[in-house]
């Protein structure tokens, strides 16, 4: 099954102990994204990746990390994590890099920093 | 700056009304805008428009696209308690050689009450 899969589903931690929320993708696209969604504020893209080892700042990349070493997996990493950054977390990823194509998302990550 | 504003922000209405909700843009570069909705869990693909006027169907899900005034709506007739959900609009966003990713709308949150 076609699919995007984020784990861990929910996270709880605590401010300063870093963590990596991994992002997998199955449909061999080249286009990988990371948003935060957030009451009030929506859908916001962090970091996205045109292809393996090419990766570019979104609106609110501020306390974040990616990396893209192979074509399926982009995780992403906080290495300090500060209770700002508790939000609902969704990987998408879309095949080519027109814009027009359909892109498709994980099922959620929630994260919660104390 | 790009934005994509969606209205109402949120609308409660009971099963067998008609809702219209509205997208409008201001994109640089504009090709497309999608719907999306989401329930509890991930964003799933409803339509993507590229060509003004031309409607877009899915059952009782319809939508269109005003180039000229830079808006879409999306209609919902004879709704159903399972339509509701939030529904967010995206543009897709360019610079240089493709698209770097998805502008959404804060989202309209649609309650359909029996």
């Known amino acids: 099954e076609a699919q995007v899969t984020q784990n861990p589903r929910y996270l709880i931690t605590v401010t300063g102990k870093k963590l990596t929320v991994t992002c997998s993708q199955n449909m061999n696209h080249e286009y990988m994204s990371w948003y935060r969604q957030d009451p009030g504020l929506g859908l916001r893209q962090i970091y996205y990746s045109m292809n393996v080892e090419v990766t570019d700042k979104g609106d609110v990349p501020e306390g974040y990390k990616v990396s893209r070493k192979e074509k399926r997996n982009f995780p992403l990493i906080l290495e300090s994590p500060s209770p700002n950054q508790t939000s609902l977390y969704f990987c998408?990823?879309?095949?080519?890099?027109?814009?027009?194509?359909?892109?498709?998302f994980g099922p959620g990550t929630r994260l919660t920093v104390l | 700056e790009d934005k994509v504003v969606q209205s109402p922000l949120s609308l409660v209405v009971h099963e067998g009304d008609t809702v219209t909700l509205n997208c409008s843009y201001e994109?640089?570069?504009?090709?497309?805008l999608l719907w999306y909705k989401q329930e509890k869990k991930a964003p799933t693909f409803l339509f993507m428009l590229?060509?003004?006027?031309i409607e877009k169907k899915s059952g009782r899900l319809s939508s269109i696209l005003d180039k000229k005034e830079l808006f879409s709506i999306l209609n919902i007739t004879a709704t159903q308690t399972g339509d509701s959900a939030i529904y967010l609009c995206?543009?897709?966003?360019?610079?240089?050689?493709?698209?770097?990713?998805?502008?959404f709308g804060k989202g309209t949150h649609l309650i359909i009450q029996p």
């Open positions: 994109v640089t570069n504009f090709r497309s």
């Open positions: 998408a990823s879309r095949k080519g890099l027109a814009g027009s194509n359909e892109q498709f």
């Open positions: 590229t060509s003004s006027g």
């Open positions: 995206a543009v897709p966003m360019y610079s240089g050689g493709g698209a770097d990713g998805l502008t």
